[in-house]
Every structure is written in C-alpha cells, then in structure tokens.
C-alpha cells in the first residue's frame, strides 16, 4: 500500500502539466476544464482510447455545474490553477470576483460540500501569477486565505520562478494548503521566511495579515533547487516551421522599435561573433511626451521571457537569431514553448500554432511541480494516507 501512487483531482486542468510534475507517484482520479480545445489536448495526452470515447474521469465543462458525486473517494490532494486574467499585472486586474478569476469560488463550494461528506481533501493547492498577491491592494490575497482558514485549512503561500528549472522566467503563486486534522512533518516547515520562494511580497502579505490569518499561516521549507544548466539555446528547434520566420522588412520594423538600450545589447550581441539568441516582446511604454509607445525589448541573458497567451493584446515572444553579425526573426515554435514549459518531447501538441502556443502559454511549468511534489506533497500525502485520510 505504502507503493501505491496518491489520488488526485486536477481543477482548471489546462493541458495537463500538473499532472505531468506530479508524476507517477500520483494517479488523476478526476480532472476538469471548461475549454474543449484544452480537453483535447488532455485527452490526447492521457485519455486516448482506439473507439475516440472520452475517458471518465474527465469532464470538459464549467467547474459551478460539478456535484460532489462526479468526484471519486479518496484523493489525497485537490489541484486548482484557477483562471489569472484578472489578477494579472498584464490584464485588466477586475480582481478575485470577476468572470474568469472568480471561478475559484465554485471550485471552492465543491470542496467545502466534500468536506460536509466527510471526505475533504486533506492537501490543497492553488495556483496563480503573482498579481494575486497584490490585487485590490492585497484584499483578494487575504480573502483566498480567509476562505481556507474558515474551512479547517493551515496554509503557506510562495512564489516560485520557473527560471530556476527551465530557461525561463516565471514566477508564480503556489499556495499549499493542509486540513487542520493533518500533522505536518516538522522537517518541510520553518518558523518564519526564508530561502528563495518568500520574496518580499510574501513577508508583507503576511506582516499586513489579521492575527487570527498569521495562526494559520504556514512557512514552507524547500531548499532551492540545483543550478539550473539549459539555456534559451538549448530548446531551440533546428528547423522551425517556414512560416515562423519574419521577412527582412518586419525584422527591420522589429528592431526600429527598440530604444538606445535594447539596440546596445544588440550590437554587443552581435560583436560577440558566432551564433546568439535573443527573446523579445513588444511592450507599451511610455514616450517621452507622455504617449503609449511600443516599444521592441530583447534579452540575450539565455532566458526567455514569461511565456504568455496571445489573448488581452498580450504579444507572442519573438525570437532574435544573430549569425555573424546578421540579425533574422521569428516567432518562438509551439514545441520551444512546451520545452521552456519544461514539457516532455513526447508530449503531443495541437497542430495549430495558436492552440498550441495557447495552450503552453496558459500552463504550469512542470518541473516547478514536481520540485513542489518531492519536497512539499509526497511527504504531506504519506502522512495523509498514515491517518487513514486519503488512499
């Protein structure tokens, strides 16, 4: 029994990447998205079958039309990458009860009627852009808090960068929640901040809480990861589709939007010789009479830039290729996306470069979960299981 994998349900499933990071020492008892493009590539992932039937235990439809009798017993930990757009620092920031974000709260009242069952899950993690930890001058943060505080949950929040794993920069919020019920191994806690994944948003979220939020507050202990090695380089495709390539004029145009420090890392890049890559996104900034500007930012640090989805004016990350001296573009390919995702090469992408590039930029990156799962899940889920509290 000590061998067999933990259940799970994966909320806001996306694509599926934390089901990937959790690996297989879990096993997905249910899982759910509202988006059939999403579902598709799930399926396609994980649930094919030869008849093309939609396997059970997935349901492609909003999360407020589940019932507790569409989830099977014995999950030790409930999974929910609830929507970001609008807590996003790149949105419009409507905040925790606004359309899209504001589905947490329907995933939340499934889990309090699990719990009125008697079979809570004893492990819950959310999932977010950082911008949570801000939105509406930190209320929103506090609210998600206070709801798991008044349904028996001890939580810890922290903010982990995918930079740390993959060639990417990506910080995101990942708030692990415990039933009051579980005993935490004394060993994946501390006393108070530290290591990388308190920053200082973190430490004034908790410093501004009310007392009775700070008694349940959990700091969480993870060592930081080893160095990371890959470069953006390194998940570069050797022949990306033809159609990605930009022509000489809309490279030129690219390269006119650059203020006088992108265009001076530029030619230091192109002074180095040999081959150089760089990522750019085009972002509005303001000019020097006060207008919107949008301007053309290009990093040659050997880390792309967060990977986003193209919806809300958000702009596809483009890529600079400098041989010689020569300077082509590109649109970055949907599999680079899934490799700085940290995304096996197995994985199968949709064919279209939207959905594809969609569903990447809207995911988890996978080896940011599966440092959580060691350090953090597998040990709560073995003590779960110790207490008779999860299969």
């Known amino acids: 029994m000590a061998d067999a994998p933990f259940g799970f349900y994966e909320f806001f499933a996306g694509g599926g990447m934390a089901r990937l990071g959790l690996g297989k020492r879990w096993r997905c008892l249910f899982a759910n998205d509202n988006s059939p493009k999403k579902a598709r590539a799930y399926a396609e992932n994980f649930l094919r079958r030869r008849n093309g039937d939609a396997h059970p235990h997935f349901v492609c439809g909003d999360v407020a039309g589940l019932t507790t009798a569409d989830l099977p017993e014995g999950a030790a930990l409930s999974w929910g990458s609830f929507p970001c757009q609008d807590l996003s620092l790149a949105g419009v920031r409507g905040g925790l009860r606004a359309r899209r974000s504001g589905t947490f709260w329907p995933f939340w009242e499934l889990m309090k009627s699990l719990d009125a069952e008697g079979r809570p899950a004893p492990i819950v993690v959310l999932e977010n852009v950082t911008g949570a930890i801000t939105s509406k001058g930190g209320q929103d943060f506090q609210a998600l808090l206070a709801v798991l505080a008044e349904s028996g949950y001890r939580a810890g929040p922290m903010v982990m960068d995918a930079v740390h794993f993959v060639p990417q920069s990506r910080p995101r919020l990942f708030i692990v929640a415990v039933k009051e019920t579980l005993e935490i191994p004394r060993k994946i806690t501390e006393d108070g901040p530290g290591g990388i994944w308190h920053p200082s948003p973190i430490q004034r979220a908790y410093e501004t809480a009310p007392d009775e939020l700070k008694q349940v507050w959990v700091w969480w202990k993870t060592p930081t990861p080893p160095a990371r090695t890959k470069t953006l380089s390194d998940c ?101 996306a899934a490799r700085l995702m940290g995304a096996p090469e197995r994985y199968r992408l949709p064919e279209g470069y939207n959905e594809a590039y969609h569903l990447m930029g809207d995911g988890l990156a996978v080896p940011v979960v599966a440092w959580l799962e060691k350090c953090i899940l597998r040990p709560l889920a073995r003590e779960a299981r110790k207490r008779g509290e999860a299969l």
Do not use: H
């Not at 006060?290 to 809300?312: H, I, K, M, W, Y």
């Open 236 to 336: 570069i495709e050797d022949d990306p589709p033809a159609y990605l390539w930009n022509d000489e004029a809309e490279t030129r145009a690219l390269l006119a939007k650059m203020s006088e420090i992108n265009r001076a890392k530029l030619d230091e890049a192109r002074r180095r010789g040999g081959c150089v890559i760089g990522a750019v996104y085009k972002r509005t900034r303001r000019g020097e009479n006060g207008e919107n500007v949008q301007r053309a930012e290009v990093r040659f640090d050997g880390v792309s830039g967060c990977l986003r989805t193209p919806a809300g004016g958000s702009s596809r990350q483009t890529l600079l290729i400098i041989e010689d001296g020569a300077v082509r573009s590109r649109l970055l390919s949907a599999r680079e």
